[in-house]
């Protein structure tokens, strides 16, 4: 999982599930 990967997962958040867009931000919380 890249810190790119996660940028993405932030602009596709907006079109996927509020459980998804919850992970995404653990995911970046996880990386610091």
Known sequence: F???HSYEG???CHELP???Y???K???A???
Do not use: I, P
């Open 22 to 24: 919850v992970w995404v």
């Open 2 to 4: 890249t810190r790119e």
């Open 30 to 32: 996880q990386q610091g």
């Open 10 to 12: 932030e602009h596709e």
């Open 18 to 20: 509020q459980s998804v």
């Open 26 to 28: 653990d995911e970046k």
